[in-house]
């Protein structure tokens, strides 16, 4: 897999940038599934009936990678009902009407962290996933040898078009990054920290260095201020373009001595061990040309989209897509009645100015999607493979190293939905090999 600089231009759209985060009112509801993240679904420890408080318990963790959830709201549960995510999975969903009060749960308490061993039960406690948009259980991604930890990464890049969030919280908790990062420094040993972030946000990169400043008293920690070409945020791209150690293909960043931390998940780590109060809100971007007054909203988990987006005024005009996160990775949501989950960074109301709809035309075999892959895949070699259900070279062309940025879509002069066709190719390829694997 041979990484490169590549990437592409994308217009930023950042209008929300430097708009503080409003607090949205009391949801009359709000329907928390019970997977929000990647592992196992959480299992229910609530009935039909019962009262919760902000932060109570709603579901423990069911499984090594998963992670407990908690109510966002104070109310009464009425429903424990199967609920249809936008990315096609059905999972069970706790319904909770408000009483409007917002009670914070009385057994709220900051953990108590005197080891490793209770840095990561409290971590895991918090509920915190990966906040960024991958939803990985925060606390199995610390729990790796510190032996192994030779970075630990914060992304601060946020390269996605219109999302503002993650630069909210670098402008204005660095306290709760701080009090993350001493955590982590006493009990993972962390030595190395970089806190990677695109030039184009002035005012995030100047905290960012004071706060590498106040922590970098017994640790090196640095900012490295990155070019914005979009995916700089992903995963494997920032470690290359902050460290230039490489991922190996379907390894993970800790083969490479690194761990990724998103800013805002770091923040919430931080704010989780002065309060003891869970992840139960999210501040999320709500932008698009179809939105009257785009925002930043501090929202309960679990609200439906329509009563965010009322928040902000309303459409202007029919949207013509919604999305979760930005546009270039986000997922289409078919209905407003959807819920800001842990991983929401924002909700986009688009026009169809702003999507492309264009004509599809044939491959002109002009290489500009390889090009701009940064990780230099073929997906119009993949494209051809998977017309011909071909698995043993969707394998060779690593099809499964394709982190669904959508570059290659985005560059295409012949508007081919390849990142469409990834997707769909690895859906076969997985088929493919559990049937192998069977034989
Ligand atoms: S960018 Fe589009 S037209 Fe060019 S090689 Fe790739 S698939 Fe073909
Ligand atoms: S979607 Fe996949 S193949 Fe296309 S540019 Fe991104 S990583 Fe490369």
Redesign the pocket.
């Known amino acids: 897999m041979a990484f490169s600089l590549h990437g592409v231009h994308v217009p930023h759209r950042k209008y929300t940038a430097g708009f503080p985060a409003e607090l949205l009112e009391t949801p009359k509801a709000v329907t928390i599934p019970l997977s929000m993240h990647i592992g196992a679904p959480a299992k229910a420890v609530v009935a039909v009936g019962d009262l919760v408080k902000v932060g109570t318990l709603i579901a423990e963790a069911g499984g090594a990678v998963s992670a407990p959830i908690h109510s966002s709201v104070s109310g009464k549960v009425t429903k424990i009902t199967d609920f249809l995510l936008s990315d096609g999975r059905t999972v069970p969903a706790v319904v909770i009407e408000a009483d409007g009060e917002m009670t914070p749960d009385e057994n709220i308490a900051p953990p108590v962290v005197n080891s490793r061993e209770t840095f990561i039960e409290a971590v895991k406690n918090s509920g915190i996933v990966g906040l960024g948009g991958a939803g990985f259980p925060t606390h199995f991604k610390l729990n790796a040898d510190p032996a192994k930890i030779d970075y630990l990464i914060i992304n601060g890049a946020e390269c996605e078009p219109y999302v503002t969030s993650d630069t909210l919280t670098m402008e204005n908790r660095g306290g709760d990054m701080k009090v993350a990062l001493e955590a982590m420094k006493q009990w993972l040993g962390i030595k190395r920290i970089i806190i990677g972030i695109e030039n184009n946000k002035k005012k995030a990169i100047e905290k960012m260095k004071e706060l590498a400043a106040e922590v970098g008293n017994d640790c090196i920690a640095t900012v490295k201020v990155l070019p914005p070409v979009y995916p700089q945020g992903g995963e494997k791209v920032l470690i290359y373009h902050t460290t230039g150690r490489v991922v190996p293909a379907g390894k993970l960043p800790l083969d490479a001595g690194c761990i990724v931390v998103n800013c805002t998940t770091l923040a919430a780590i931080g704010a989780y061990l002065q309060t003891g109060m869970p992840l139960v809100e999210k501040c999320v971007t709500v932008a698009g040309g179809a939105v009257k007054e785009p925002k930043n909203l501090l929202v309960p988990i679990g609200t439906p989209m329509a009563e965010v987006f009322a928040a902000c005024g309303g459409f202007v005009t029919e949207p013509a897509k919604v999305v979760y996160g930005g546009p270039m990775m986000g997922i289409t949501v078919p209905d407003l009645s959807a819920p800001i989950l842990k991983n929401t960074n924002a909700i986009l109301a688009l026009t169809e100015q702003e999507i492309r709809t264009p004509k599809t035309t044939n ?8 090009n701009t892959c940064p990780f230099g895949i073929n ?2 070699e993949i ?1 051809r493979a998977y017309q011909k259900k071909d698995a043993a070279a969707l394998k060779k062309l690593e099809l499964m190293s394709c982190m669904e940025c959508g570059c ?1 879509s985005f ?4 508007n ?1 939905p ?1 990142v469409q066709t990834n997707r769909l190719a690895k859906v076969f390829l997985k088929e493919e090999m559990t049937k192998e694997g069977k034989k």
Request: one cysteine or more; glycine letters at 6%; hydrophobic letters at 35%.
């Open positions: 491959c002109i075999r002009c290489g500009s999607c390889t997906p119009a494209a290659c560059i295409c002069p012949a081919r390849l």
